[in-house]
């Protein structure tokens, strides 16, 4: 079946710092990937997403690019602040299926 | 503006009781999601619906149950069947089971004592 695989963390930073949170799948076909970011007591928010291969999802600053030839689908953003201190999923969608989700990766950013 | 509202956001019930989690969502979406998500933890699919009248279990399902009578609303019951129910209840959408994005409420915060 399809599985996400990302890294747990926690993820501690200082303002300013360069992120990545790594993200692999594994999947039969081409599955729809997803980043979904969570602040503490609130529901998850899409942040981002891509639709095929070589597709760069973007927003607020955050980007993923969709690597077919790595599985992957890495959230980077270039210099992170305390306002994006939160959880984040990596997360894959494939026709007829229910969505697959990461466990989350806790991240910390300190002023 | 369109999206899920859930309610109430805390809830606390005594054990052995039945508690009703309400999601009504204005999207106009055909599936609905319920996810249980504990303290550290990811999310755990408790049951999906693709349409109206129609809906699944997902990979928790025991001690729960849901009813899907109108579109736009998906309640979920937690029973007293449900072994450790307090956790914190996620409620989402999407246009289509597949590569749509789900759309998430804010959560109901359950707690059992």
């Known amino acids: 079946g399809n599985s996400v695989t990302q890294m747990e963390g926690p993820v501690t930073l200082s303002e300013e710092a360069f992120l990545t949170i790594n993200c692999t799948y594994t999947a039969t076909g081409y599955p729809s990937l997803f980043w979904y970011v969570q602040y503490p007591g609130e529901g998850l928010q899409l942040l981002l997403k891509a639709t095929k291969a070589d597709d760069k999802g973007s927003n607020k600053g955050f980007e993923a690019t969709y690597r077919k030839e790595t599985t992957s689908f890495h959230l980077e953003k270039g210099s992170v602040q305390v306002s994006d201190s939160a959880v984040y999923f990596c997360a894959l969608g494939a026709d007829g299926q229910n969505f697959v989700f990461g466990p989350g990766t806790r991240l910390s950013v300190l002023p | 503006d369109g999206g899920i509202t859930q309610s109430p956001k805390y809830l606390f019930r005594k054990e052995g009781q039945n508690v009703t989690l309400s999601c009504e969502q204005n999207l106009n979406h055909d599936a609905m999601y319920w996810y249980r998500q504990d303290p550290g933890q990811g999310l755990r699919l408790i049951y999906y619906?693709?349409?109206?009248?129609?809906?699944q279990k997902g990979d928790i399902a025991e001690g729960y149950s849901v009813s899907r009578e109108k579109k736009e609303s998906f309640p979920l019951t937690v029973t007293s069947a449900q072994k450790n129910p307090t956790a914190f209840y996620l409620c989402?959408?999407?246009?289509?089971?597949?590569?749509?994005?789900?759309?998430f409420g804010n959560g109901t915060r359950l707690t059992v004592t």
């Open positions: 619906s693709q349409i109206v009248n129609d809906f």
């Open positions: 989402a959408s999407s246009a289509d089971r597949g590569r749509s994005p789900l759309h």
